[in-house]
């Protein structure tokens, strides 16, 4: 699905910058307490965690307990690996196991899911587990990418006959990436899973996805775009999206713009 270590390279020159400024923006939507139990849902590597999510949490709890998942295990041994810190614990989990997500029935305080349940599928069972698992009163501060450059073309690629035979059922083509209105679709699967308080903000910035070479090193950390592509084909695949990228941006140069969703609700 992904290439954790290419993940981390790649997503510095942008994503996590972003990531950090919508935080600080948008760090008013959660109200702290002394003490807190965080979950986190897609921890990936591990960067985003320690370096932006708990860097903030430090600065407004003095007690805090954080358990960050993820579907993968060589994301987990990466951030394991790299980041030790006293008050969090990495853990290899699915967030659609709905037999696991039992034992931690009102556990958590918070939720956090960053650039994460835009390619999770079956949204009813993510919606209902991290329901579960959050005490009463307690908050999701969820952040996803509706649309960006690299999406654009996978959908779009996707659906041309040449390509569209491999990618039928392709990890990053999720029903939210594919509505017409990814946005209120998922408020509305929130709002039917009991939160309340929803509130939603789209943000958008440019990213460096400008010319074929700035866009394949971004793609090629995203194994999944062409993972089920035959090896003879898969690089042409990615070369035809970066290529693409750079035709299109000539022509708007909006066509680089990432656009993102952040969502707060309440249990
Ligand atoms: C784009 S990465 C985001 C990683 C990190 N939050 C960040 O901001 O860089 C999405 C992560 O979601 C994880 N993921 C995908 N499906 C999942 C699932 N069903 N349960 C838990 N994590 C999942 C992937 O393994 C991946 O690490």
């Known amino acids: 699905m992904y290439d954790p270590k290419l993940y981390r390279e790649t997503t510095n020159l942008f994503v996590k910058s972003h990531i950090k400024k919508i935080i600080n923006c948008y760090s008013n939507l959660l109200n702290w307490n002394q003490n807190e139990n965080i979950l986190e849902i897609g921890c990936g590597e591990g960067s985003t965690t320690i370096e932006i999510l708990v860097d903030f949490i430090s600065k407004n709890v003095s007690n805090f307990n954080y358990l960050a998942t993820d579907l993968l295990q060589p994301m987990i041994n990466l951030a394991t690996n790299d980041y030790l810190h006293d008050h969090v614990t990495f853990k290899q989990a699915d967030i ?7 034992n931690y029935k009102e556990c958590f305080t918070k939720i956090f899911s960053i650039l994460c349940f835009m390619v999770v599928p079956n949204p009813t069972i993510w919606i209902k587990n991290i329901y579960n698992v959050l005490k009463q009163n307690g908050q999701i501060f969820l952040i996803l990418t509706s649309t960006n450059p690299m999406m654009k073309q996978h959908i779009s690629l996707s659906q041309q ?8 059922s392709n990890f990053f083509l999720s029903d939210y990436l594919l509505s017409d209105n990814p946005t209120s679709w998922i408020i509305q699967l929130l709002r039917n899973g009991g939160f309340k308080d929803i509130q ?5 910035y440019d ?6 070479k700035s866009a394949y090193q ?7 775009l062409n993972e089920n592509i035959p090896e003879e084909l898969k690089d042409e695949y990615l070369n035809e999206m970066c290529e693409n990228i750079e035709k299109e941006v000539l022509n708007d140069e909006k066509y680089s713009y ?10």
């Not at 006959?161 to 039928?168: D, G, I, L, R």
């Open 207 to 212: 990213t460096n996805l400008k010319d074929f």
């Open 200 to 204: 939603q903000h789209e943000i958008v």
């Open 258 to 267: 990432i656009s993102y969703d952040v969502i707060s609700a309440k249990k």
């Open 161 to 168: 006959e040449k390509w569209s035979k491999y990618q039928k």
């Open 218 to 224: 971004f793609v090629k950390a995203f194994t999944s």
């Open 96 to 102: 659609l196991d709905e037999k696991l997500w039992l």
